[in-house]
Structures are given as structure tokens and as C-alpha cells.
T-cell receptor
Framework: GAGVSQSPSNKVTEKGKDVELRCDPISGHTALYWYRQRLGQGLEFLIYFQGNSAPDKSGLPSDRFSAERTGESVSTLTIQRTQQEDSAVYLC??????????????FGPGTRLTVL | DQQVKQNSPSLSVQEGRISILNCDYTNSMFDYFLWYKKYPAEGPTFLISISSIKDKNEDGRFTVFLNKSAKHLSLHIVPSQPGDSAVYFCAATRPNFGNEKLTFGTGTRLTIIP
């Protein structure tokens, strides 16, 4: 079956521009996560959506970062006024529910963002 | 503050031998641990996990050991195969209802030598 998909796969932008990254989770998965991986570092949690609950935004590094999710479908991560330190691979994951002990997270291939 | 640490950025192992990947954590509140495998240009895929109530979990060639007193876990792969060559990430979480965000280590690149 279809896995988690992300678009674009690569994005090169100039410093100061806004970018929007898209994630299509696995159908029926109620939980959706955004992570990022900067060069030489581990994956870093950004934001979590679960159903209609208020999202957990505790991992967003600054107010330039925001994300939305419509119901239990597509999510978009927006970065405003991009900076060079935003360059990273942005990964989306989805799972059936919030309990990882019972429901593993499935990751998309990521969007590689390069800010010049 | 790196709460999950993988101190070996790379590891090379002969095909057929045992691969041992290590991971340390500092947050004693973590009570569920996972290993993910990542190939280039792909997202991480779940490999094996362990709850803090156990000290060992085995799945085929993969075994994860947890030493809670040392805040240390390890992944054993035996026998190692060329297809095991990938980056392995250790992750930890605190299962509570509604949010299972993962805290990841920096990864270990495993290379299996044919």
C-alpha cells in the first residue's frame, strides 16, 4: 500500500524567502509528526498532530515555523523568512494513534531544504 | 542537550560476524526505546523496540538489550549481511496518551564488508 509521501523531494531557496513543505500521511493514520535532520545531527522533533486535538508545537525552533493539518489528511509545514540554519532534511511520519508502544511511526522520504 | 547519544559515528563489520551498535541516554523518564534503520534518500524504517520493563527483545537476526541502571542499550545483528549496511538511529520516548514524539541519537553508519 501507499506509504507516507512528501513533496517536494528537494527545495533550494534564497535566504529570506518563505517555503512550504507538504506531507501526505498513510490513509487512516490519525497521528502525524514533523521532524528535521540537520547535517551531522539526529532527527529533531518539531510538531505533532493527533486527530482534532491541539497540536504539540513544543519542538518548533522559532515563530518562523508553523504547520497545519486538515483533519486526518495532508499537513503542510511552512517556514517564513528562511535562514541558512534552516537547511536540513524535513521528515514527516504518521502512525495509527499516539501510543508508539502499539503503533510504530512510518516515515516519508523527506524534503531536503537548502537555503542559500 | 543531547538526551540520546550514539558515540560511534561509524562501524565496519565483516559479513557473517556480529554487529553491535550502542546507545546511551540521559533522561531517566524515557521508558520505551526503538531502533530505526535508514538508507540514503529514504526515511527511517522501524527495526525493533523494547519497553523499559524488559531487558531483551529479539526479532530474527536482531536483538536489543536494555540496561536501565546504566542507561544504555545496544542492538546486536547476527549474522551481519551486506543489506544491513545503513545508518542506524536509536530513539527514545515516554509513552503517555496522545503524544509519542521520539528523541533520536545522531546515528551510526554501519558498513558490512563482504
Amino acid at each position: 500500500g501507499a506509504g507516507v509521501s512528501q513533496s517536494p523531494s528537494n527545495k533550494v531557496t534564497e535566504k529570506g524567502k518563505d517555503v512550504e513543505l507538504r506531507c501526505d500521511p498513510i490513509s487512516g493514520h490519525t497521528a502525524l509528526y514533523w521532524y528535521r535532520q540537520r547535517l551531522g545531527q539526529g532527527l529533531e522533533f518539531l510538531i505533532y498532530f493527533q486527530g482534532n486535538s491541539a497540536p504539540d508545537k513544543s519542538g518548533l525552533p522559532s515563530d518562523r515555523f508553523s504547520a497545519e493539518r486538515t483533519g486526518e489528511s495532508v499537513s503542510t509545514l511552512t517556514i517564513q523568512r528562511t535562514q541558512q540554519e534552516d537547511s536540513a532534511v524535513y521528515l514527516c511520519a504518521s502512525s495509527l494513534a499516539g501510543r508508539i508502544s502499539y503503533n510504530e511511526q512510518f516515515f516519508g522520504p523527506g524534503t531536503r531544504l537548502t537555503v542559500l | 542537550d543531547q538526551q540520546v547519544k550514539q558515540n560511534s559515528p561509524s562501524l565496519s563489520v565483516q559479513e557473517g560476524r556480529i554487529s553491535i551498535l550502542n546507545c546511551d541516554y540521559t533522561n531517566s523518564m524515557f521508558d520505551y526505546f526503538l531502533w530505526y534503520k535508514k538508507y540514503p534518500a529514504e526515511g527511517p524504517t522501524f527495526l525493533i523496540s523494547i519497553s523499559s520493563i524488559k531487558d531483551k527483545n529479539e526479532d530474527g537476526r536482531f536483538t536489543v538489550f536494555l540496561n536501565k541502571s546504566a542507561k544504555h542499550l545496544s542492538l546486536h545483528i547476527v549474522p551481519s549481511q551486506p543489506g544491513d549496511s545503513a545508518v542506524y538511529f536509536c530513539a527514545a520516548t515516554r509513552p503517555n496518551f496522545g503524544n509519542e514524539k521520539l528523541t533520536f541519537g545522531t546515528g551510526t553508519r554501519l558498513t558490512i564488508i563482504p
